[in-house]
Antibody
Framework: QVQLVQSGAEVKKPGDSVKVSCKAS????????IHWVRQAPGQGLQWMGM????????TYEQKLQDRVTMTWDTSTSTVYMELSSLRSDDTAVYYC????????????????WGQGTMVTVSS | EIVLTQSPGTLSLSPGERATLSCRAS???????LAWYQQKPGQAPRLLIY???SRATGIPDRFSGSGSGTDFTLTISRLEPEDFAMYYC?????????FGQGTKVDFK
């Protein structure tokens, strides 16, 4: 069965960076894009960006693109999301989510989700 | 960017009742690229509907989606106790992919 297992909670100071991992299993890793979505406490969902391991490309939300880097390791089927210059309003649960498109394209909705990683930014 | 506005913010209903949730887009959502998700406290969202009206795998047929252009609806025909949750719409027609702010379905 498809599973996305994320790394554990993080506490960071303003200005720090954080790197969250997402290990995929139960499907062919290179055949599906992975997206990152975050949710601030009590708030809605914000799409952050995506990786396409088949085309070896990334696409970032414009407002975050100066601070976010998404990478992947095909040998371990793991995707990473690094966010730098953290601010208090980056405090959120960060989710990875799979795109259901099989192949080198993407549909850009999300059929399987990780369990979420809480990132707290506080001085 | 396409802004999605969901209404109402909260829907207070009883089990067995019909729920009608609205999602309005600030500009046309092309090719019916609209999805709905359910989220319960402490859990990740779950895909319910994609392509406006296609149910995701394992989703019961009491959930249905409709609409086109800028106005979309999620209908739950008869609420079951497990349906009381937050619901989000999402457009994937135009970057950046965006979500509505959510509608909470709670017990009357």
């Amino acid at each position: 069965q498809v599973q996305l297992v994320q790394s554990g909670a993080e506490v960071k100071k303003p200005g720090d960076s954080v790197k969250v991992s997402c290990k995929a299993s139960g499907y062919t890793f290179t055949s599906h894009c992975i997206h990152w979505v975050r949710q601030a406490p009590g708030q809605g969902l914000q799409w952050m960006g995506m990786i396409n391991p088949s085309r070896e490309t990334t696409t970032y939300e414009q407002k975050l693109q100066d601070r976010v880097t998404m990478t992947w390791d095909t040998s371990t089927s793991t995707v990473y999301m690094e966010l730098s210059s953290l601010r208090s309003d980056d405090t959120a649960v960060y989710y990875c989510a799979r795109d259901p498109y099989y192949g080198s394209g993407s549909f850009n909705y999300f059929d399987y989700w990780g369990q979420g990683t809480m990132v707290t930014v506080s001085s | 960017e396409i802004v999605l506005t969901q209404s109402p913010g909260t829907l207070s209903l009883s089990p067995g009742e019909r729920a009608t949730l609205s999602c309005r887009a600030s500009q046309s959502v092309d090719s019916d690229y609209l999805a709905w998700y359910q989220q319960k406290p402490g859990q990740a969202p779950r895909l319910l509907i994609y392509g406006v009206s296609s149910r995701a795998t394992g989703i019961p047929d009491r959930f249905s989606g409709s609409g086109s252009g800028t106005d979309f609806t999620l209908t739950i025909s008869r609420l079951e106790p497990e349906d009381f949750a937050m619901y989000y719409c999402q457009q994937y027609s135009s970057l950046p992919w965006t979500f509505g702010q959510g509608t909470k379905v709670d017990f009357k």
